[in-house]
């Protein structure tokens, strides 16, 4: 039978939430910030975690939509629809370290409702209609 699953925190109020991956979770706050977790406890639904309340690991993010490709990278996309692509280097501990803080275009174009990561480079989007692109990593 389905369960409501194990309370592991609470007060998660955010505009976003996406997993980095090894139980990394982003959230960006509704000012802009976006936060880093790591819930410890991921592969047993307990309530440990490193940083509870989440550490700054980019202040005033502007991308309303984003994702993770998995290893570090996040994608977002801007208002004039530029994939861009970003690596958190202190993705492991939390530190506001990247391999690019304006990040770097990987795509143009990209006007869709719904945007996720396969891994491995591999994004699906849809729109009206389903289409799939690999982005190179």
Do not use: C, M
Not at 13 to 18: G, H, K, L, Q, S
Not at 128 to 137: E, G, K
Request: aromatic residues 14%; glycine residues 16%; hydrophobic residues 35%.
């Amino acid at each position: 039978a389905f369960s409501d699953g194990k309370k592991v925190n609470t007060g998660w109020n955010f505009a976003r939430v996406f997993s980095g991956g090894g139980g990394v979770i982003y959230a960006l706050t509704t000012a802009g910030d976006l936060l880093w977790f790591r819930h410890d406890g991921h592969a047993d639904g307990s309530d440990r975690w490193t940083h509870r309340e989440g550490t700054l690991v980019y202040g005033q993010w502007p991308y309303e939509q984003v994702f993770s490709g998995g290893d570090g990278v996040i994608y977002a996309v801007t208002s004039d629809k530029r994939l861009l692509w970003f690596r958190h280097d202190g993705r492991d501990d939390g530190e506001a370290e990247w391999a690019d803080t304006e990040g770097k275009t990987v795509g143009t174009g990209w006007d869709f409702t719904h945007i996720f990561s396969a891994g491995d480079g591999v994004i699906t989007s849809s729109s009206a209609s389903l289409r799939a692109q690999t982005i190179p990593s």
